[in-house]
């Protein structure tokens, strides 16, 4: 996963699992690094970019979407 340069949100409350490597989600207020077995929630309308931080593999993360209340 290369890095996103432009900040998106999603109608939706995204959570994601980090499966491999690592991964930055530079939230307002402060970075939050990934690593693999770790997990996230964050509300849709939250403003984020992400980027791979691994230097030896491919960042695979699972993203799962549910409704926004």
């Known amino acids: 996963m290369a890095a996103e340069s432009r900040r998106v949100t999603r109608p939706r ?34 403003a984020h970019t992400r980027a791979d931080l691994s230097t030896t593999a491919t960042c695979e993360v699972l993203w799962v979407l549910t409704p926004a209340p």
Do not use: C, H
């Open 13 to 46: 409350n995204p959570g994601a699992a980090l499966v491999q490597a690592r991964l930055q989600l530079p939230l307002p207020g402060e970075p939050v690094v990934q690593n693999a077995g770790d997990a996230l929630t964050m509300p849709g309308a939250t």
